[in-house]
Structure formats: C-alpha cells, structure tokens
C-alpha cells in the first residue's frame, strides 16, 4: 500500500500537505520568546532531561528579531532552498500558549499576515493549555490548517516522572479529549530509548493509535550538549539504540498506527552541532531510506496492524 500518490509506505506529512494544497509546503519555525513551567521554577529549574538551553528549537533565528522578520525570512530560505510555495508557521521553542491569551492572539496573528501562510502549528505541553486558549487557537481552522503538538513522549508515568516531565498521562489525555472538542488538529511527540523495555514502547504505539491522532512526531531519545541526558550518558550511565533498532522499532510503530495519522518525523535533524550521542542520528537521509528499505522487506505498511 502507497501513501499520497508516492512510493511511500507511511502517511509522510510533507507528501500530504502537497497533495492537500497543490504545492510545496514546509514549515517556518518560529521563537517567540516564550518560556517553559518546567525550566522557569514553577515545576522546575531545568526542564525535561532530553531538553537543551535552545528548548527544542531547530533554527538559528531567535526572538531577537520579530515575528514577522522570522517569517520573511524562513520564507526566503525555504523557497530557494527547497522550492517551498506555501507554509505554516510553527511555533516550535519551548512552550508556545505559555502566556495570556490576549499576549496570544497578538503573537498568533503576527506569524499569519503573510498571504503565502496557510497553517499554523502550536507546540505546547498538556498542562499549559485551558478552554480560553483552544477558543481562541479554534478561532484559526476556519481559514488556517490549524495544529497543536503535545509532547507526549510516552504513555508511562514512570518514563514521564525520570524525564522530568512534570505531568502525567492522566493530564494529557484530558487535554487531549478537550482539544479534539475544539475540533483542532493534533499532532503527538513520541521519544524511542526512553529507558523503557520494547513491550513499554509498543504499548505507547498502541494507546495512541487508539486515540487516533492526526500527527505523530517520533523521536529518537539523544543527548545535545548541555543537557541532563548528555551528563547521564558521559557518566555512562545511559545507553542509546542503535540505528538498527530504531528502524526496527520505528517500523513496528508505522504497522500499528491508523492509516489516515500523518507522520511529521521519522528522524532527526539539524542536530549535528550539539549532537553528544547517537552519531548515526546526525544522518537523517540515511535512516529514511533504511525505514523505507525495511518497510518493503516487510511488505508491510502504516496500519497494516491497526
């Protein structure tokens, strides 16, 4: 079985969002200067364990210039780079409804102006998100593609208390319910290697295929300079997967997740700099073309076990 018109065997998001739009989409990614519970001392002083001082932020913009300049400027480099037409504005450094809603919407509306805009997308936590805020993020489906990206990570409390994640899965299942009420999007963050056994990690790959997500993210855990995972891995106190493994365990995940979930991630990326460990994340091609290669070994495809 093939996905949007490609020889892919998933529900590649970049594949869907060009047979969605008829053109070449990509995200902007943005910093808004937001903070995070979890690193500003209301949960704690230094985050999830996986998380470095950027908070999880690909690019090399920052909040120093606007809104609006970030924009130009990702649609600039994206458009020579790769031929993007259109985009979505994904507000990806730390946690991104971490504020008032009126500081929200302004901020909101300033990554929207541009005519070549369609979507936007919202990574936030759980417990940071209330009826006010998904009133006001709902207001956007009507004209935009409109998301919001929890960081999951997994579905055990005790891989979610070591993370250091500071809520449990009780708290994102009820704002999970409650963002699916407001009829937005919702695409899930998954970490592989989280210290957890291969069965722990296939139960998270079947509860969230029974919650039936629109997106899904998955990761593959690595220590990036300057975080705690980096300082347990020196000590050698914490071991990765190898790549072998992780296709593996990335394919499984495919065969049992619904057919229709998007998958935004397979691999990293933009990790090479302050990549600590693995080494073979830093060479994201190859590891796709690896889950590909494996997937047509298998003969198998996304949902096939769903």
């Not at 949007?4 to 070449?24: C, D, H, I, P």
């Not at 009826?131 to 979610?160: A, R």
Request: charged share 25%; hydrophobic share 35%; glycine share 8%.
């Amino acid at each position: 079985m093939f996905f949007n018109g490609t020889e892919k065997r998933y529900n590649q998001y970049s594949a869907y969002l060009k047979q969605k739009f008829g053109a070449k989409v990509y995200k902007i990614t943005l910093d808004a200067g937001f903070s995070c519970p979890n690193r500003d001392g209301i949960l704690s002083n230094y985050g999830c364990i996986f998380c470095d001082d950027g908070g999880s932020f690909s690019q090399a913009h920052s909040n120093r210039i606007t809104i609006e300049e970030q924009i130009l400027t990702g649609i600039e480099t994206l458009s020579k780079r790769f031929k993007a037409e259109k985009f979505l504005s994904y507000f990806q450094a730390f946690t991104n409804t971490y504020k008032p809603v009126t500081e929200l919407e302004k901020i909101y509306n300033s990554a929207l102006q541009h005519p070549d805009i369609v979507g936007i997308s919202i990574g936030t936590r759980p417990d940071c998100v209330d009826d006010e805020k998904l009133k006001l993020i709902s207001g956007y489906t009507k004209d935009y593609y409109t998301w919001i990206e929890y960081g999951l990570q997994s579905v055990h409390d005790k891989t979610l208390k070591w993370i250091n994640r500071g809520h449990d899965y009780d708290c994102f299942l009820k704002a999970y319910e409650k963002t699916k009420n407001y009829g937005i999007n919702i695409c899930l963050h998954l970490i592989l290697g989280l210290n957890e056994t291969y069965e722990e990690m296939i139960e998270t790959a079947e509860k969230v295929a029974k919650l039936e997500p629109e997106g899904v993210k998955i990761h593959m855990l690595c220590a990036l300079e300057g975080t705690k995972i980096a300082d347990l891995y020196n000590k050698g106190e914490l071991n990765f997967m190898s790549e072998d493994e992780y296709i593996n365990l990335c394919c499984d995940y495919l065969e049992l997740l619904p057919p229709q979930t998007t998958i935004h991630r397979l691999a990293g990326n933009g990790l090479k700099k302050n990549l600590v460990a693995p080494k073979w994340l830093g060479k994201k091609l190859d590891a796709l073309n690896k889950i590909d290669r494996e997937l047509e070994c298998r003969n198998s495809w996304q949902g096939c076990k769903f």
